[in-house]
């Protein structure tokens, strides 16, 4: 199915008149700052969720939510998406068993031991979240160059400083950049639109400018990405299940200096040679 | 009631062990990396939510949550607080009729015309919100060096740059201090001391080193907090929401430089006299 992309900066912020005050001089100025909506997303009729984001790719925000809840399954066969900007809802068709039976999205597992920052909480993880076998690699200069290519893609942030960028890559190149004032949702962006497209997300890499808890990594994991780039740090529970998942974390990415906090086996110092 | 305060940077950091890249090198060293736990709340037994926050200062945290959430009412009487650091289970016991009706916290307002950036997306926010009366006033020069003082603070930050930070200051003075992975608890472990503590927030200032979405705005303006101060930059939504409810919202705050995007008369050039 064909889905609209609403993919322009004139829409992604708003002129605000502010005062602006620098030492000892005040004036009235103008800015651009980012906007943000409520959005409901609603299946089948039935109203899931209402989520706060940047109005871009929003039919990608929705389809990649539900997957990353576990409100619909992988397998799931979407029959149509709407998308009202006027009320800000999208309605997701889909067919009546891809739903996952109510309340399992939330459920808690009881008695796992989250205290040593490596257990799931929410049922739907543990089942749909195992070790990764990919063997993909990457080398330290892909990491870096693709990285600085990345924090100079978002024109959005350049304009408002006000958003968070994510990013799908092959070992060689960035292939999906998405942007929204919520770090989840960006990468739940990506989630979508993969899934959308039929674009497979196993072997690849994903660059985010946010920090990795355990959240985005189990989001992260879920889809079969064996590594993650960020900006950012991560907390202690986001390196537990990274390590236990088999997934290559990396973080505070600077210049020419990284930290791989997890099977750092998937980071070369040599170009890595194209598949043939 | 007394609320213990579980408040070391010790039990809020891990050690791990990592690869650290520099230029050509490559090095195993250890970092301080943020905790993040799974805190489950239950209210007079019912599991409400769990959430990913960092271990400091929970029972706080998890009335902030309830009271933001509009779960309690602002009269509820709190019989007691239990946390099980092991399970990272809380349990809050209250009296029977301060729990909102089932629904009532989610249900989203329909048709008030969302896309202005003006409106509440929930029925609970709608009611409990309204315009601010306040005349506090605050002086350019406290803004700055609360400001400054603020961000020198956060021990956590300094160690791991992985927290966001929230402070409860009166016109001369920062008073309440707080931590967390998540800007939105750092701001609810705010709103849960003053209710337990029996301490005001009204005429009081909120910094904040988050961005402000309509969130964040919301919840500090449910408190009657009429000054908030953010590092980073605000939404349009939550610009909007501040013209409306008579909030001064100063956003940017970067030495000596802000921008004040809302009600800019309670920011005075000169100092402020205190109140005798």
């Known amino acids: 199915m064909e889905i609209k992309e609403c993919r322009s900066t004139m829409d992604l912020t708003r002129e605000v008149e ?87 999205a939330s459920k808690r597992v009881i008695g796992t031991g989250c205290a040593g920052g490596i257990s799931f909480y929410r049922a739907v993880d543990a089942k749909d979240c195992l070790p990764l076998k990919s063997g993909v690699l990457i080398s330290r200069e892909k990491v870096f160059s693709m990285m600085k290519e990345f924090l100079g893609m978002s024109g959005l942030y350049r304009d408002t400083h006000g958003v968070h960028s994510a990013a799908l890559c092959s070992s060689e190149k960035i292939e999906i950049f998405t942007e929204d004032i919520g770090r989840h949702n960006a990468i739940d962006k990506i989630i979508g639109e993969c899934f959308l497209k039929g674009i497979s997300t196993e072997d690849r890499i994903i660059l985010t400018t946010g920090r990795i808890s355990s959240e985005i990594l189990i989001k992260v994991a879920k889809q079969r990405i064996p590594i993650i780039v960020a900006r950012s740090v991560p907390t202690d529970m986001a390196v537990g299940l990274a390590e236990r998942l088999n997934v290559t974390l990396i973080g505070s990415v600077r210049g020419s200096r990284m930290n791989i906090y997890t099977h750092d086996w998937r980071v070369k110092v040599e170009t890595i040679p194209k598949k043939r």
């Open 18 to 104: 502010l005062t602006q005050v620098r030492y000892d001089e005040e004036s009235r100025t103008k800015n651009r700052i980012v906007r943000e909506v409520p959005l409901t997303i609603l299946v089948n009729g039935t109203e899931l969720a209402t989520m706060l984001c940047t109005p871009d790719k929003l039919e990608y925000l929705a389809v990649g939510f539900l997957l990353s809840e576990g409100l619909i399954k992988k397998e799931a066969e979407i029959k149509g998406i709407t998308l009202n900007e006027k009320g800000w809802y999208i309605r997701v068709e889909i067919a009546d068993d891809d739903l996952l039976e109510e309340g399992m």
